[in-house]
């Protein structure tokens, strides 16, 4: 039972263009969303998060959207590097249950292309 | 600034054998979270320790096993391998037990032959 998904395992874009990268899940209890991003042989690293409370956060070129009804989370990144390509996982937790583990997605691979 | 460090990074074990992955957090997190990473999915979560304490757990068998120590560093056992036991396995700290936006290290890559 997959409590996250990310149904495009890869997406590629032209450098300088908007990458969005989707994710949606089933668990209503779910109120905190990370997005990581995963180069080879390295640990994921930390992109932004967005809290329930939230419909949107914004950190220089990546936006994440939540959309509470559809359960759908969405990171935008405007404009895409080449710098940019790597695996990315979105993550929610339900921080109220009391045990804080994340649900990660299977991953969305990004190509930008110069 | 040292971020998470794990050792080692890579590792081959036999069918049966037993293996310790070892974790540093960052300097000052007092949280540690372990997840496997299998080719071609996201990481699944198996422990979380905070202040030594076991705050949760995955759904993991009781082969696996893990501690904290005083200086918050953290161990990840696991007994009696299986083949299927092959992965990325990352640790993941944070400063306090809700692990808001953690960092994680680059993780111990273990085969099971």
């Known amino acids: 039972d997959q409590q996250v998904k990310q149904n495009s395992p890869s997406l590629s874009v032209q450098e300088g263009r908007i990458s969005i990268l989707n994710c949606d899940y089933t668990n209503s209890m779910f109120d905190y969303f990370l997005w990581y991003k995963k180069y080879p042989a390295e640990g994921p690293t930390f992109l932004i998060s967005i809290s329930s409370i939230k419909d949107k956060n914004e950190d220089g070129r990546f936006t994440v959207f939540l959309n509470k009804s559809a359960k759908h989370l969405s990171l935008h990144i405007v404009p895409s590097q080449p710098g940019d390509s790597a695996v990315y996982f979105c993550a929610a937790s339900a921080t109220t249950s009391g045990t804080y583990k994340y649900i990660f997605g299977t991953g969305t691979r990004l190509k930008v292309l110069a | 600034d040292a971020g998470v460090t794990q050792s080692p990074t890579h590792l081959i074990k036999t069918r049966g054998q037993h293996v310790t992955l070892r974790c540093s957090p960052i300097s000052g997190h007092k949280s540690v979270s372990w997840y496997q990473q299998v080719l071609g999915q996201g990481p699944q979560f198996i422990f979380q320790?905070?202040?030594?304490?076991?705050?949760g757990r995955g759904n993991f068998p009781d082969r696996f096993s893990a501690r904290q120590f005083p200086n918050y560093s953290s161990e990840l056992n696991v007994n009696a391998l299986l083949l299927g036991d092959s992965a990325l396995y990352l640790c993941?700290?944070?400063?306090?037990?809700?692990?808001?936006?953690?960092?994680f290290g680059s993780g111990t890559r273990l085969t099971v032959v």
């Open positions: 993941a700290s944070s400063l306090g037990v809700a692990g808001y936006g953690y960092t």
């Open positions: 320790y905070y202040e030594k304490e076991e705050r």
